[in-house]
């Protein structure tokens, strides 16, 4: 089994037991720092990570809900996974949530799942394949403007009175699942996705793929691309957006010092 078929494979099995579990009734609890897990996140890791390396054994991990190990640093491809990306929205059983699974090899993703399993959406792509929503090719919008732009986003982030120029009236939305909100890119459902503050790798890799296949543009606030497999798996920001959309938003909120 080639690696994209493993992981597609995995994430729908994975998302088949996340919809069981929320189901069943969750147990819920606060990590270090506030953010919120249930009992399904770690079930979920478990699987993944259970039948993942089983089937990859020489493949390093990062996932969010399992302890990092520095072993990966050295390993020659990894597995990059949210177990469930939008924890948020699956405990309040909105769907917007995903299981995330990318495998990366020196810095970049070479193969991406997403799959939103209350949804009935996947999304995946590899290095030398287009991008695809349940197996039919996906692109982004052609929009070229931001007013009246789909936006997924902070709302009262945009309306913040510290801009130097005011954000044009848009169509502001969201969507717990980082990983979700850029396929929503992907696939030309919103033209742009903007996040001011840390994302984790397991937030990012495998749509990152998914959004390069289909030609969409994501860089951090700066511009600056993404590597994963670091030592310190975080990133300031995202932007991403089609191609056109991608340096209007970049040329607004590039001056911005983040901590």
């Not at 990366?104 to 991008?131: C, K, Q, S």
């Not at 699942?177 to 890799?205: H, N, Q």
């Not at 089609?242 to 010092?257: A, C, D, Q, W």
């Amino acid at each position: 089994m080639n690696d994209l078929d493993l992981i597609l494979e995995a994430a729908k099995e994975a998302g088949e037991l996340a919809l069981s579990a929320r189901e069943s009734g969750l147990k819920i609890w606060s990590k270090a720092g506030g953010s919120p897990v249930t009992d399904a996140d770690l079930a979920v890791d478990t699987l993944l990570r259970t039948q993942l390396r089983a089937a990859r054994p020489d493949y390093g991990w990062l996932s969010e809900e399992t302890a990092d190990d520095p072993a990966r640093l050295s390993t020659p491809r990894q597995f990059v996974v949210d177990p469930i990306d939008g924890t948020v929205a699956f405990m309040k059983s909105k769907p917007w949530f995903a299981v995330s699974i990318a495998i990366v090899e020196d810095g970049r993703p070479v193969a991406g799942v997403v799959h939103a399993p209350a949804l009935d959406e996947t999304y995946a792509a590899t290095l030398d394949g287009p991008a695809i929503l349940n197996g039919a090719p996906i692109a982004p919008s052609a929009t070229d403007q931001l007013f009246g732009a789909a936006m997924l986003g902070d709302a009262k982030m945009f309306a913040h009175p510290a801009w130097r120029e005011p954000w044009p009236e848009m169509r502001i939305e969201s969507r717990n699942s980082i990983a979700y909100r850029m396929c929503l890119v992907a696939a030309g459902t919103f033209d742009a996705a903007v996040a001011l503050s840390p994302k984790s790798e397991w937030d990012l890799a495998a749509a990152d793929l998914i959004c390069r296949r289909a030609g969409a543009a994501l860089s951090d606030h700066k511009g600056r691309e993404f590597a994963y497999n670091r030592p310190v798996p975080l990133v300031p920001s995202l932007v991403c957006a089609n191609k056109t959309l991608h340096p209007l938003i970049l040329s607004r909120v590039g001056h911005i010092e983040l901590p």
